[in-house]
């Protein structure tokens, strides 16, 4: 009876053995195919690839607008006009275009365009005696012809959709012949007649900044 008994435990133990041994190589060979599966998915192969002819995508540029120049009262002109000097002109350059645009050279008016007096920075209320026809005060180096180009000493950067306000020293002109009448008076200058001007790329001008034309 003892030798009968000891059999069959061996016997069984054996049997549990060999499901372990098989549970234990199918749980290897699932191992190894997700293994195997993992590689090829990222593996060469000789199978190669290429890109058909004018394969290509979309791209779009952006618009183009033109800059506007205004008159501004603030940072307050430091050289002031009199007759036979030259003065200050503040301005702002507003930029509306979503890249950068550079200014290089401004275009003036003639030299018998003159600018109008006010009797505020605000420029809304008429000075007496001072108006455009009487002023005697014309943009610096202008000439006798429309649209002459005068070359900025540093070309200014003005950033996407934003403004730049400029300090243009000593580039309006007070002729001798100015009225008594244009002492202690604000002016709008006359308009300029064009930028040279480019967009693209460019390191912004910080603001306010100081340029003028000196021919």
Not at 80 to 100: I, K
Not at 119 to 137: E, K, P
Not at 139 to 145: K, L
Request: aromatic residues 6%; glycine residues 10%.
């Amino acid at each position: 009876m003892t030798g009968t008994a000891t059999t069959q435990t061996s016997t069984e133990s054996d049997v549990q053995k060999g499901r372990r041994s098989r549970r234990l190589s199918r749980g290897l060979g699932l191992l190894l195919g997700i293994a195997l599966a993992g590689g090829g998915a990222y593996a060469a192969t000789n199978w190669v690839v290429g890109l058909n002819a004018g394969s290509s995508g979309e791209g779009q540029s952006a618009t183009l607008a033109n800059l506007s120049i205004t008159a501004v009262a603030s940072p307050a002109a430091t050289n002031l006009l009199y007759p036979g000097g030259n003065g200050d002109v503040v301005v702002t350059v507003n930029n509306t275009n979503a890249y950068p645009v550079t200014i290089t050279a401004v275009q003036l008016p003639t030299n018998t365009t003159y600018a109008a007096g006010y009797s505020n920075s605000a420029l809304t209320s008429a000075q007496t005696g001072c108006s455009s026809a009487q002023s005697d005060v014309i943009w610096n180096y202008s000439s006798a012809t429309t649209g002459s180009s005068h070359t900025l000493t540093t070309p200014l950067v003005v950033a996407a959709n934003s403004s730049l306000v400029v300090t243009l020293t000593n580039d309006a002109s007070m002729t001798t012949s100015a009225p008594a009448a244009c002492a202690g008076t604000y002016f709008s200058m006359p308009s300029l007649t064009g930028v040279s001007a480019t967009g693209g790329a460019g390191t912004a001008t910080t603001s306010p900044a100081t340029d003028s034309w000196t021919s």
